[in-house]
């Protein structure tokens, strides 16, 4: 557990001497503001309008942005080491890839779950202050469920970025696919599955696209939080399954948990199989 530890400390200082908890912080604090305040610019109303509407302007930019902070974050974590020269020496101590890999994985959900705290957590003490007719409990409790859930979001991303580095024979190389895989689940999914609701009426059964959406995590995500309020069934484009889903909101905190573990468990067994 020591081990683990360490190598958890040396990431988050790491973090910390990179600026990594500053600049995300900042990031999400502003545009949470920024969204919180402006986000109905667009039909004539400037300051905010409620709780629900924040949260889910928040949860579609945080879909796009979380994913991308924690592969930026995490994708060299293996492949950095070994160009480094560091991993060859880090596997001459009494350390398991998995003790290794656990212990990267403290760090860095350290850093996103510290950051997110910091940004968004500003944002709703900012709202709880200079509204005056705000709800006070709807307020922190909405936030509260959007933050931990972004949070696992980001964590997911971070077991799919140790995946990626696992692999990866270069770090340019796990950039790349780094980047393919956030295309792939923020944006690349969602489209071929309108395209499959769309060219394939009539060949799929009704009930089984909605399942569909459980195979992405940032769908998993935006549906925890477009439920739990009035007006959530209001969901655009390939969300709007999701009012056809017949799970309870645990269940999708369950999968978004299983999402983390399972990211976590191809990591580990792709770094073993890895040539020191």
């Given at each position: 557990?020591?081990?683990?530890?360490?190598?958890?400390?040396?990431?988050?200082?790491?973090?910390?001497?990179?600026?990594?908890?500053?600049?995300i912080s900042l990031l999400f604090a502003v545009l949470a503001?920024?969204?919180?305040?402006?986000?109905?610019?667009?039909?004539?109303?400037?300051?905010?309008?409620?709780?629900?509407?924040?949260?889910?302007?928040?949860?579609?930019?945080?879909?796009?942005?979380?994913?991308?902070?924690?592969?930026?974050?995490?994708?060299?974590?293996?492949?950095?080491?070994?160009?480094?020269?560091?991993?060859?020496?880090?596997?001459?101590?009494?350390?398991?890839?998995?003790?290794?890999?656990?212990?990267?994985?403290?760090?860095?959900?350290?850093?996103?779950?510290?950051?997110?705290?910091?940004?968004?957590?500003?944002?709703?003490?900012?709202?709880?202050?200079?509204?005056?007719?705000?709800?006070?409990?709807?307020?922190?409790?909405?936030?509260?469920?959007?933050?931990?859930?972004?949070?696992?979001?980001?964590?997911?991303?971070?077991?799919?970025?140790?995946?990626?580095?696992?692999?990866?024979?270069?770090?340019?190389?796990?950039?790349?696919?780094?980047?393919?895989?956030?295309?792939l689940f923020v944006l690349v999914f969602d489209l071929s599955l309108?395209?499959?609701?769309?060219?394939?009426?009539?060949?799929?059964?009704?009930?089984?696209?909605?399942?569909?959406?459980?195979?992405?995590?940032?769908?998993?995500?935006?549906?925890?939080?477009?439920?739990?309020?009035?007006?959530?069934?209001?969901?655009?484009?390939?969300?709007?399954?999701?009012?056809?889903?017949?799970?309870?909101?645990?269940?999708?905190?369950?999968?978004?948990?299983?999402?983390?573990?399972?990211?976590?468990?191809?990591?580990?067994?792709?770094?073993?199989?890895?040539?020191?």
């Open positions: 557990m020591n081990a683990i530890w360490n190598i958890a400390r040396k990431e988050f200082s790491d973090g910390l001497r990179n600026r990594w908890i500053l600049a503001a920024g969204i919180a305040w402006l986000g109905a610019a667009a039909s004539g109303q400037v300051g905010f309008t409620s709780v629900p509407a924040t949260i889910a302007s928040l949860a579609s930019l945080a879909t796009f942005l979380m994913p991308l902070i924690a592969l930026l974050l995490a994708y060299d974590a293996i492949v950095g080491e070994e160009e480094g020269g560091t991993l060859m020496l880090l596997l001459t101590y009494p350390l398991g890839r998995g003790q290794i890999l656990l212990g990267k994985f403290v760090g860095h959900g350290l850093i996103l779950a510290l950051a997110t705290l910091i940004g968004f957590g500003a944002a709703a003490l900012a709202i709880a202050v200079l509204v005056d007719d705000v709800e006070r409990g709807l307020l922190f409790w909405a936030f509260g469920r959007f933050m931990l859930s972004s949070t696992l979001l980001g964590w997911v991303f971070l077991g799919l970025a140790y995946v990626i580095s696992s692999k990866a024979g270069e770090k340019s190389t796990a950039a790349g696919l780094a980047l393919g895989v956030w295309f309108l395209g499959l609701l769309v060219l394939g009426e009539g060949r799929f059964s009704p009930d089984l696209l909605p399942w569909l959406l459980l195979l992405n995590p940032a769908d998993v995500y935006r549906l925890i939080n477009l439920s739990g309020f009035e007006g959530s069934g209001t969901a655009m484009g390939v969300l709007s399954l999701g009012s056809d889903l017949p799970v309870p909101g645990g269940a999708l905190w369950l999968c978004l948990l299983g999402w983390v573990g399972g990211a976590l468990a191809i990591a580990y067994l792709v770094f073993r199989g890895r040539a020191a």
